[in-house]
């Protein structure tokens, strides 16, 4: 979304701000390998993730550029310049497929075909764009089409923002557009190239730059947390491969596919929703109901039962049915387009709750595991259990980093 060349320090700052913690990561490189420096996690009720332009007044700037200036003291970190994530839930994204065109007619092309596809006016929001492939005489598949219709996840590593034309520009613009692209068939064309075309709102990303200036940090990019889930967990691993991301209020769905996101959907379910169904169904409060939640899992008990006579383990199921069924919708959708997904990654605040794992391994009949973020970073070895034990909730923050490293 938001991008520079890149910096010359010798160490980088990756830092999410998720709805209710922020999490940051120091890395360096060394002989092209990424080292761990120092890390840091605090909890708080970040509004600046929600695109709710309610929560943009100066002083929740000030609140949140005040908590990250706190972290970083506390983590004792010495970089300046840091890779920050942008929410899924809050970005929309697109693949297109246009004839191949020289880079300037490019541009305009993909700017015109923007106003067909991103949902909001196109001068309210930042636009981004990145070719996926070149296909010989081929249309974009079906598939490819259908999941562009419900993607919410850019890639923002090596693209070009497509800036807002001016008045001037405008009427050229409305005029050539067509010439480049209109009455083309594409399956008539030499060559077809499919897009990712990205657009996040303008009030979102301005509010990122604004909170990271207070704060002190030179900000070098934004990209979603998809795209750092992939370089932190997939890295170039070939094949397909679908990433949950379990957090505290949704669950990101994404696709991986030649170690690029090509398809994403976040679920209104997560670990404070189902912590909250629990409470209301046993009548207990907050804190009882998540001891039952990290106690009992999904796993069958038959104790616990609220006066609906369903465990905690029903609850935590019915909880997680639209997350399931997603999953199979979009493993139905991958496979039918030649592209069956060979695993699920799991990830995100939640990833721990217990036998997740197993129950959609049965419910999905695929191998499932919790993805590691630390397996491609290098860290002193007597740190492995602390580290193990929150590598779920860093996975974000350590992609970002090993954006300016890799």
């Known amino acids: 979304m938001f991008n520079l060349f890149k910096s010359k320090a010798s160490s980088f700052l990756g830092i999410d701000v998720g709805t209710k913690s922020i999490k940051l990561i120091e890395l ?27 929560q943009n007044s100066q002083e929740e700037k000030e609140k949140m550029a005040s908590a990250v200036r706190a972290l970083l003291e506390k983590s004792g970190t010495t970089a300046q310049d840091a890779v920050a994530a942008l929410p899924n839930f809050a970005v929309f994204s697109s693949v297109i497929s246009l004839p191949k065109l020289e880079e300037k007619k490019l541009a305009e092309a993909i700017q015109w075909e923007a106003k067909k596809f991103v949902p909001m006016p196109i001068e309210n929001v930042v636009l981004d764009w990145k070719i996926l492939h070149e296909k010989e005489h081929k249309q974009a598949s079906p598939q490819d089409k259908e999941s562009a219709e419900k993607q919410q996840d850019p890639k923002t590593q090596n693209t070009k923002e497509l800036s807002k034309p001016d008045s001037g520009e405008k009427a050229d613009l409305i005029k050539k557009v067509p010439s480049a692209v209109a009455g083309k068939n594409l399956a008539k064309c030499d060559t077809v190239i499919n897009i990712l075309l990205t657009a996040a709102p303008r009030h979102l990303v301005e509010r990122y730059v604004a909170i990271f200036k207070m704060a002190g940090i030179n900000l ?91 465990g905690v383990s029903g609850i935590i199921e019915q ?88």
Do not use: C
């Not at 990424?34 to 509004?47: A, C, K, N, Q």
């Not at 070939?238 to 090509?262: E, H, Y």
């Open 319 to 406: 909880s997680f049915a639209s997350v399931i069924n997603e999953m199979k919708y979009t493993l139905d959708l991958q496979a039918k387009g030649g592209h069956a997904i060979e695993k699920v990654l799991l990830t995100g605040g939640s990833a721990f709750l217990p036998s997740l794992d197993k129950y959609i391994n049965s419910s999905l009949g695929i191998k499932v595991f919790i993805g590691n973020p630390w397996a491609r970073i290098s860290y002193p070895k007597d740190l492995s259990a602390s580290l193990d034990k929150i590598a779920p909730r860093m996975g974000v923050a350590i992609g970002l980093a090993m954006r300016e490293i890799e």
């Open 220 to 310: 070098l990019s934004l990209e979603t947390e998809s795209f750092a889930l992939s370089r932190s967990l997939v890295g170039n691993e070939a094949g397909t491969i679908l990433i949950a991301d379990v957090g505290s209020l949704t669950t990101d769905i994404t696709v991986i596919r030649a170690g690029v996101p090509v398809f994403s959907r976040s679920i209104n379910v997560g670990g404070k929703t189902v912590t909250q169904a629990i409470a209301d169904s046993m009548g207990v409060d907050a804190a009882r109901a998540e001891q039952f939640k990290q106690d009992v899992g999904m796993g069958s008990s038959s104790q616990a039962t609220g006066e609906s006579g369903k």
């Open 28 to 54: 360096e490189s060394v002989s092209g390998r990424p080292r761990l420096v120092t890390y840091g996690m605090v909890e708080i009720d970040s509004s600046i993730a929600r695109d709710d332009k309610a």
